[in-house]
């Protein structure tokens, strides 16, 4: 019976061991699976910043044309309010 209940023993240690790998696979696969939506994310969050930054570049570009624009209407007007002083002091 020694023989028996040691053969018993030995399944039953085989059987908790094999129960305790598929938990360790288990966990490695979630963990695994948690690390490729993080990097997933992070991919959508370079995205999201390279579009960011090109929409920035092009404000500001555009910025700078609305200030030139405005710089030339400025001189314009200054140059339009002098004719007219010009013409009214004859």
């Known amino acids: 019976m020694t023989g028996e ?3 018993k023993e030995v399944i039953g240690r085989l059987g908790r061991a ?3 790998l598929e938990d360790a696979v288990g966990a490695r696969f979630e963990h695994e699976q948690d690390y ?3 990097e997933a994310e992070v991919q959508r969050m370079n995205a999201d910043r390279a579009r960011l930054a090109q929409e920035l570049d092009n404000s500001e570009a555009r910025a700078e044309r609305l200030e030139e624009a405005n710089k030339e209407v400025s001189r314009r007007l200054v140059t ?4 007219i002083r010009a013409v009214l002091d004859r």
């Open 5 to 7: 209940a040691t053969l």
């Open 36 to 38: 490729a939506e993080a």
């Open 80 to 83: 339009a309010m002098e004719t």
């Open 18 to 20: 094999m129960e305790v």
